[in-house]
């Protein structure tokens, strides 16, 4: 099955500063590739994902990298601010014909935290 | 668009009672479901996925007899904690695919806090 590993686990930076989590995944026929910000207690909320078949995509401050042949993808959150502060969780979805083909393998999380 | 809620959100119960955590999805009709387990400061943990009018697949090592699952219509999927014990305290999540089987999208509900005592 696939294996998702994310680094670092825990992220201190300024306000204004840049952030940048990474994760690696194992399985080559995965093509989708969300990442989530959860806040404490809360639910995960999607703030960006990717398709295989893109290499980039960015949205306002934020924006994700994929690089399918080393197998990781990354993101990036810049001028980041005091309410960026949550643990963030990337995933990846193999390909499948059932509903448990979209299921999706999470990473560890990072725990970012933006002083000011 | 694409809200799930989850009912109860927080649930203190007795050990060896039963317990049931409803999943909707309030604007959408979703044919795949996913239930997550999280303990503190950790990563989601699929339990098992569910498929409505079909029987739900369970991932390795999860007792199928304890949790019980069940997608009864397009909108509503039920977890049943069965003979809870304060192992088994956490916060459960679900999740659901918006649209037919192809759509990557997965919205979680808000989840459900578990207390066993």
């Known amino acids: 099955g696939e294996n998702v590993e994310q680094h670092p686990s825990t992220l201190s930076v300024q306000e204004g500063d840049s952030a940048v989590i990474k994760c690696t995944y194992s399985?080559?026929?995965?093509?989708?590739f969300p990442w989530y910000k959860q806040e404490l207690g809360k639910r995960p909320q999607l703030i960006i994902d990717?398709?295989?078949?893109?290499g980039e995509k960015k949205d306002q401050r934020i924006a994700v990298t994929l690089n399918k042949t080393a197998k990781h993808f990354s993101l990036h959150i810049t001028e980041t601010q005091p309410e960026d502060s949550a643990v963030y969780f990337c995933?990846?979805?193999?390909?499948?014909?059932?509903?448990?083909?979209?299921?999706?393998?999470f990473g560890t999380g990072t725990q970012l935290k933006v002083e000011l | 668009g694409a809200v799930v809620s989850q009912h109860p959100s927080r649930v203190i119960c007795k050990s060896g009672t039963s317990v049931k955590i409803e999943c909707r999805s309030l604007?959408?009709?979703?044919?795949?479901m996913f239930w997550y387990r999280q303990f503190p400061k950790q990563s989601l943990m699929l339990m098992a996925t569910s498929n409505e009018g079909s029987k739900a697949t369970y991932e390795q090592g999860v007792e199928k007899d304890k949790f019980l699952i069940n997608h009864a219509s397009l909108t509503l999927s039920t977890l049943t904690v069965t003979s809870a014990h304060p192992e088994d305290s956490s916060f459960y999540i679900c999740s659901a695919n918006q649209g037919a089987w192809g759509t990557d999208t997965q919205y979680f509900g808000p989840g459900t806090r578990l207390t066993v005592l």
């Open positions: 995933a990846a979805k193999g390909e499948g014909l059932t509903g448990g083909g979209n299921k999706l393998t």
């Open positions: 399985d080559s026929a995965s093509n989708y």
């Open positions: 604007d959408f009709q979703a044919t795949t």
């Open positions: 990717i398709r295989s078949n893109v």
